[in-house]
């Protein structure tokens, strides 16, 4: 355990970073696990009202690092043909 002042803060920090940063990633996965259900059951309604806010989720992990820019960039794409293709149905 640590003991000097500054190590006892750098403790503080990291947890309450990792606190964080885990709320954003469980956020986004949560995000991105609702769309791909309304995906998959084929509910275009549902899929096109959650691809937005998913979107802006994605954007926010990007921001927040807890997702690379080109796996950001990936889901998104993926995400837009997958609701585009029931649209289309």
């Known amino acids: 355990?640590?003991?000097h002042p500054s190590a006892l803060k750098r403790v503080r920090q990291t947890r309450s970073?990792?606190?964080r940063?885990?709320?954003n990633a469980s956020?986004?996965?949560?995000?991105?696990?609702?769309?791909?259900l309304a995906i998959?059951?084929?509910?275009?309604?549902?899929?096109?009202?959650?691809l937005q806010p998913t979107l802006a989720q994605i954007d926010?992990?990007?921001?927040?690092?807890?997702?690379?820019?080109n796996?950001?960039?990936r889901h998104k794409?993926?995400?837009?043909?997958a609701v585009n293709r029931l649209q289309a149905k």
């Open 21 to 23: 940063n885990r709320a």
């Open 71 to 73: 796996a950001a960039g």
């Open 1 to 3: 355990m640590a003991n």
């Open 40 to 50: 998959d059951q084929g509910d275009t309604a549902t899929a096109a009202t959650l």
């Open 27 to 36: 956020r986004l996965r949560t995000a991105m696990k609702k769309l791909r």
């Open 17 to 19: 970073r990792t606190t």
């Open 60 to 69: 926010k992990g990007i921001q927040k690092g807890v997702l690379h820019g």
């Open 77 to 81: 794409s993926q995400f837009a043909r």
